[in-house]
């Protein structure tokens, strides 16, 4: 009996060291992903701070003014800002500008973006509860920012501009962390020359790039391990120095030191916090990255192993300084004791890699999110884990930055200069960062104002302090974010612009039901036997690509879906309510609508079987639908329903794995309604594809007998079934998107110039979908917009 009472204990205290080890496991992998970028900041923090005219005050008290700002400001914004308040602010589970904005979009209709329609409605329980909410809100705010669409196209232009930084820090981080750390071979290489260090870090940067499409899974295991072996030297190499130089540093940690040194400094003071920002870059990559971790994982880390150690090392350093200020200009490596100079040299030319990587790897997941929001032009996504859904590969991005890279290394060549940037960048998105967190703090967590200008005012004005010196450095480098920016952003918000005028031109001219019914059942064409995927960007009505295909060819398949392909403001939708289906017309038209929904960090996966998992939600809506049940979903048109298509239960259809000798009569009976032409052809594709990639895995669709099955239920599944054994083909509008005659002039420039351009050159919505081309048929229209 005893047992038994302990035994409930035993498994809470069992429970608890689980959860403990995988909160421990996850925050030593967040130390070699996240923080790879902030832990190599020591290297070039005090050099950068120092330049300038602040380099005239070398003495103990400008050294220890600077240790005192720089303890301060990492608590406070790191620390403070981050980990305690913004942190708290996920979109579900997802973290970085884009999921604060698609936060504001669902409690407040924020977005240009033509993603917030009825259809989303019926996603989860959390998505639900985004739309509840914003009914609840009666902010005076809220509304204003509603009625006015320029606001709300501001508020959409900072959140790219945001997005475009942090690009520009894809670009940055790896060109100075590398340099710098390049750099300490002149410490002990006396001869070495500044074009010899340039060659050697060009070099590293190459193979930096050149690497990149292996992936960050398979080098992973070795990332937390280098940067935890980084961070207990630098932190014993710290607490050395602060012993052994001056351990009056710890005077410092008062803020009346930061008194001092703005007394001492006046301007030039001022000015160096340019310099000193440089200690906090690579913060907003706690919150970025938090969807490849937990909110837990990241705090644990950053308190108990981050911000001791870099206190540490920023300690010693400053130690070292106040006794040999005249070599600021190699403090870091100049601070390493001679015995372990190499061994410390060569981890960190390592921790820069790792911290580039990280960068590199966050800047793919932001162009990621662009171009799932409609926000980027079509690029090609390499997933290089089956199991983690956020590691990608951009090519094209990939080469873009390696070339930008290798441009500002060897532009500059100084280590200053690419400070004075990487200093914009990043203080620019954390004060992005703040103003959304104002806006989050009232509509998402529903606090008054007060407590959001109390936010706002205070990070608003420390951040501005920074950002407000960087913009001194604009001449000295400061420019090139700008520059990278700017270029980024025209790109996107041209796509951006292109796709929501031609999806407005979809809208205003799609086909009116009624004209479909006047049609009749047949539509007035001919019904060959097979399934014909219509896509569109519409949720609702016809298309008008539908009516130009049957005007100039009337023939249609037995079955039309029209598909749509969704990306909703939501960072992932569940596999069981990723399809919603409905019904166009009368039973006997056989015109179906399925939307299919993809968060902005989904993977869409070439394996899932797409057809048969279709074919399968169809069939279920069909059942749905003659049932009456009243356990799905409804819109509120009445005519859609969230179909599982992973749980058959509701189906007569079954979905069983067929053998080699099934596939071979399945293939013979299914093409029996086709040309010996078209037969051969399919095989050679057959072959073809099992040939390039590996083989699919084959599928047979069965329907069950049923005795209580209505006649006409069955007749319909059998007319599905049919049509699916026929073979399934992809009607896609080819479109050429052209500016009115009356058009302004700048209109005409970005739609017949720009994004006729981007369009020309960016990946076709065929091979971004994963059509097969062989059932590939591509519709010619023109789109006045």
């Not at 308040?85 to 979009?105: K, R």
């Not at 620019?428 to 008054?448: A, E, S």
């Not at 700008?482 to 086909?511: A, C, E, P």
Request: with cysteine; hydrophobic share 45%; proline share 4%.
């Amino acid at each position: 009996m005893d047992r038994e009472i302990g035994s409930a204990p035993d498994e809470q205290r069992v429970s608890w060291r689980s959860n403990c080890k995988h909160l421990l496991l996850l925050a030593y992998q967040s130390l070699g992903v996240v923080y790879g970028d902030l832990s190599t900041s020591p290297i070039y923090v005090y050099t950068s701070s120092f330049s300038g005219r602040l380099s005239l005050y070398q003495d103990e008290q400008t050294v220890f003014g600077m240790f005192s700002l720089i303890f301060w400001t990492f608590t406070i914004i790191p620390l403070l800002k981050y980990v305690i308040i913004v942190l708290g602010a996920d979109d579900n589970g997802e973290g970085g500008t884009f999921a604060l904005y698609s936060l504001l979009c669902r409690h407040a209709k924020l977005s240009l973006l033509p993603n917030q329609q009825s259809a989303d409605e019926e996603l989860s329980t959390y998505y639900r509860n985004g739309y509840i909410s914003q009914n609840t809100i009666h902010s005076p705010l809220k509304r204003f920012l509603e009625k006015h669409k320029r606001l709300r196209t501001c508020l959409l232009l900072i959140v790219l501009f945001g997005a475009c930084m942090v690009i520009g820090d894809g670009v940055l981080t790896p060109a100075i962390s590398v340099l710098s750390s390049i750099s300490g071979l002149r410490v002990r290489a006396k001869g070495l020359l500044d074009g010899e260090v340039l060659v050697i870090s060009c070099v590293v940067l190459v193979g930096l790039f050149a690497l990149q499409h292996k992936g960050t899974q398979r080098v992973a295991f070795v990332f937390a391990p280098v940067v935890i072996i980084w961070l207990l030297c630098i932190a014993a190499i710290g607490l050395y120095n602060t012993i052994y130089w001056n351990p009056r540093i710890f005077h410092a940690l008062s803020p009346h030191y930061i008194v001092k040194f703005f007394e001492h400094t006046g301007k030039d003071g001022w000015i160096s916090l340019g310099g000193i920002l440089l200690s906090i870059t690579g913060t907003e990559a706690m919150f970025a990255d938090l969807g490849h971790f937990n909110e837990a994982s990241i705090r644990v880390a950053f308190i108990s192993v981050i911000y001791p150690c870099l206190i540490l090392q920023y300690m010693g350093q400053a130690a070292f300084l106040s006794k040999n200020i005249s070599d600021v200009s190699i403090s870091f490596f100049g601070s390493i004791p001679e015995p372990v100079f190499w061994p410390v040299f060569v981890i960190s030319t390592l921790a820069a890699i790792v911290a580039s990587q990280s960068v590199i790897s966050a800047t793919f997941s932001i162009v990621k999110q662009c171009h799932s929001l409609g926000c980027f032009p079509r690029v090609k996504i390499v997933h290089t884990s089956r199991w983690v859904n956020g590691q990608i590969y951009i090519p094209e991005i990939n080469w873009i930055l390696m070339v930008l890279c290798l441009a500002v290394t060897l532009g500059f060549r100084d280590t200053t200069l690419i400070g004075n940037a990487y200093g914009i960048a990043s203080m620019t998105v954390m004060f992005v960062t703040t103003w959304l967190m104002t806006l989050v703090v009232i509509f998402v967590w529903q606090k008054n104002v007060i407590s959001a200008l109390l936010f706002l005012v205070f990070f608003g004005f420390i951040e501005g302090a920074f950002l407000s010196s960087s913009l001194i450095k604009v001449p000295q480098g400061g420019w090139v974010p700008f520059v990278l920016s700017f270029v980024f952003m025209v790109i996107m918000y041209v796509w951006h612009y292109g796709t929501r005028s031609k999806y407005l031109f979809d809208l205003q001219n799609k086909v009116s039901m009624k004209w479909i019914l006047t049609l009749g059942p047949s539509l007035g064409i001919v019904r060959v036997p097979g399934i014909g995927l219509v896509y569109t960007e519409l949720v609702t009505g016809v298309p008008a690509i539908f009516s130009h295909f049957v005007t100039n060819l009337p023939a249609f398949h037995q079955v039309l879906v029209f598909v749509c392909v969704k990306s909703v403001p939501v960072p992932h939708v569940a596999p069981d309510e990723r399809f919603l289906v409905g019904r166009i017309g009368p039973r006997a038209y056989r015109m179906y609508r399925c939307i299919i929904r993809y968060g902005y960090k989904d993977v869409q996966k070439d394996e899932d079987n797409f057809e048969n998992q279709l074919v399968l939600s169809i069939a279920k809506f069909i059942q749905m639908e003659s049932s009456s049940s009243g356990s799905c979903d409804t819109s509120p048109e009445g005519r859609m329903a969230v179909t599982r298509a992973n749980d058959t239960s509701g189906t007569s259809l079954v979905m069983r794995d067929a053998d080699e000798t099934e596939v071979n009569c399945n293939s013979t009976f299914t093409r029996s309604s086709k040309s010996e032409t078209l037969q051969s052809l399919q095989s050679i594709h057959e072959q073809e594809w099992t040939s390039v990639g590996s083989p699919r895995r084959r599928i047979r669709l069965e329907l069950s007998e049923e005795e209580n099955m209505e006649s006409e239920v069955k007749e319909e599944l059998m007319a599905l079934l049919e049509a699916k054994q026929a073979g399934v083909a992809y009607i896609m509008g080819h479109s050429y998107v052209k500016a009115r005659k009356t058009s302004p002039f700048l209109k005409k420039v970005a739609i017949d110039v720009a994004y006729s351009f981007l369009r020309k050159n960016c990946r076709g919505p065929a091979v971004a979908l994963n059509i097969p081309h062989i059932s590939l048929i591509e519709v010619g229209m023109i789109y006045y917009v």
